[in-house]
């Protein structure tokens, strides 16, 4: 849990000081967590899984589903299965192939870019 944990937070762009203010605790608790030293009780699991839009099962490792909860207005579709596999996968990298895999993304999409638009220029 404390890997997953640990990867919702920094995917939501929070810092354990941010994360634990919204749950009304101390940094120190997060860290604990974060380190696999400690399980949050049932209320701040309850709440972790409101802030980051996922199942307990999902948070705790037991499910490689990540279990979206609630209906938004205007959401994007559901994740179809290929899709969930690649951000399980992506979840499992380390920070620096993240990294790479962003750069190629954009690199990918650049090219992808100049391409339509020579075809449109060429006709």
Not at 14 to 42: N, V, Y
Not at 97 to 106: E, H, N, T
């Amino acid at each position: 849990m404390h890997q997953i944990l640990k990867e919702l937070r920094i995917e939501k762009c929070l810092t354990q000081k941010e994360l634990a203010a919204k749950l009304g605790i101390t940094q120190d608790s997060i860290s604990l967590w974060e380190k696999g030293k400690r399980i949050p009780d049932t209320q701040y699991l309850t709440k972790l899984c409101e802030i980051f839009n996922v199942s307990a099962d999902y948070l705790l490792g037991r499910s490689d589903d990540l279990g979206n909860v609630g209906v938004m207005p205007n959401a994007a579709p559901a994740l179809s299965l290929e899709e969930q596999k690649l951000i399980q996968d992506y979840r499992g990298l380390s920070r620096p192939l993240k990294d790479v895999l962003q750069g190629l993304i954009k690199t990918w999409q650049s090219d992808a870019e100049g391409s339509e638009q020579r075809r449109w220029e060429n006709r």
